[in-house]
């Protein structure tokens, strides 16, 4: 049974920072591509970060320099390092799965979900 476990949300002021964790059970990370999605009240869900099996990274634009994708391989641990956060980025961010050496990280196709967790960043 694949279980993706988020921890490390809350709310902060602008500029300031968050590490988000995401514990996998079920699902080797060092197999896999890994990701960060998150979702606004009244927006789309959209892909933040991925990591694939052999280690390479993607990010969406808006956080591009600020935003730090990585994973722990021994904790079977994904990692979302938050820095000069903006109001903007506030949302629920989500771990995800993708059943695939290679990231091809869109909505439809994460194989699995975490719960999620609410970051806040107020001005």
């Known amino acids: 049974q694949v279980q993706l476990v988020e921890s490390g949300g809350g709310s902060v002021q602008a500029g300031g920072s968050l590490r988000l964790s995401c514990a996998a059970s079920g699902v080797p990370v060092s197999r896999y591509c890994m990701g960060w999605f998150r979702q606004a009240p009244g927006k789309e869900r959209e892909a933040v970060a991925n990591i694939d099996r052999y280690t390479t990274t993607s990010y969406t634009e808006s956080v591009k320099g600020r935003f730090t994708i990585t994973k722990d391989n021994a904790k079977n641990t994904l990692y979302l390092e938050m820095n000069s956060l903006k109001p903007e980025d506030t949302a629920i961010y989500y771990c995800?799965?993708?059943?695939?050496?290679?990231?091809?990280?869109?909505?439809?196709?994460?194989?699995?979900w975490g719960q999620g967790t609410q970051v806040t960043v107020s001005s």
């Open positions: 995800a799965a993708h059943l695939s050496a290679y990231c091809s990280m869109t909505v439809l196709a994460v194989d699995y």
